[in-house]
């Protein structure tokens, strides 16, 4: 199994931006899909954006469309969120995760990271 760490995270401003990292260790990077989700207090965690194991597709919850971008570097086993224009509604605990080939569910999760968007 994978092994995730985040890092990145912290207070904002709305309008800022903040750059999310996660780490993999522990296995071959490459054979994994990868996603970001994030819980809000008192909420169900929601899935914010994923990516193919090379890269080559992304794909975004309607709600940080056009504002985050995620991508990786698999040479660093590494998986990042931008995130621009942040919003209050932003504020959540931040989750990667990783999903291997073949598999239909994610199985590879960190710790989670806050980010908190205020004023």
């Known amino acids: 199994q994978v092994q995730l760490v985040e890092s990145g995270g912290g207070l904002a401003r709305p309008g800022d931006s903040l750059k999310l990292a996660c780490a993999a260790s522990?296995?071959?990077?490459?054979?994994?899909?990868m996603g970001w989700f994030r819980q809000a207090p008192e909420k169900e965690r929601e899935f914010v954006a994923g990516?193919?194991?090379?890269?080559?597709?992304?794909y975004y919850a309607d709600s940080v469309k056009g504002r985050f971008t995620i991508s990786r570097d698999n040479a660093k086993s590494t998986v990042y969120l931008q995130m621009n224009s942040l919003k209050p509604e932003d504020t959540a605990v931040y989750f990667c995760?990783?999903?291997?080939?073949?598999?239909?569910?994610?199985?590879?999760w960190g710790q989670g990271i806050q980010v908190t968007v205020s004023s």
């Open positions: 995760a990783g999903r291997l080939l073949g598999s239909d569910t994610y199985n590879a």
């Open positions: 522990g296995r071959t990077f490459s054979n994994y899909a």
């Open positions: 990516i193919t194991s090379r890269g080559g597709r992304t």
